[in-house]
């Protein structure tokens, strides 16, 4: 079992920048992946940005150019830099993690983006 726990979310103003911080309550030596995705009111989850232990990285059309997903393997984390950021990224921000057979979700991060 893997928790995660997600921080850095708040209110910033179009063009802002945000870090968003996931880490998780044990090494992540058997995870595959892990990532972000979003749900704003009304839509679907959707994938943001994720990456593999290969070092595969995949983005969102949306976002790219803008975000940056990473990971600190020594902590057990994974970060999703966001800048210049617009309205339309509001939503609540999830962590995912997913190993062979198990998919884990942190518990979300609101991202609310307005002047």
């Known amino acids: 079992q893997v928790q995660l726990v997600e921080s850095g979310g708040g209110l910033v103003q179009p063009g802002g920048s945000l870090r968003l911080s996931c880490a998780a309550s044990r090494s992540t030596f058997n995870i595959n992946s892990m990532g972000w995705y979003r749900q704003a009111p009304g839509k679907q989850r959707e994938l943001v940005a994720a990456i593999s232990t290969g070092g595969s990285i995949n983005y969102a059309d949306s976002v790219k150019g803008r975000f940056t997903i990473s990971t600190d393997n020594a902590k057990n984390t994974v970060y999703l830099q966001m800048n210049s950021l617009k309205p339309e990224d509001t939503a609540v921000y999830y962590c995912?993690?997913?190993?062979?057979?198990?998919?884990?979700w942190g518990q979300g991060t609101q991202v609310t983006v307005s002047s």
């Open positions: 995912n993690a997913n190993s062979r057979f198990s998919a884990y």
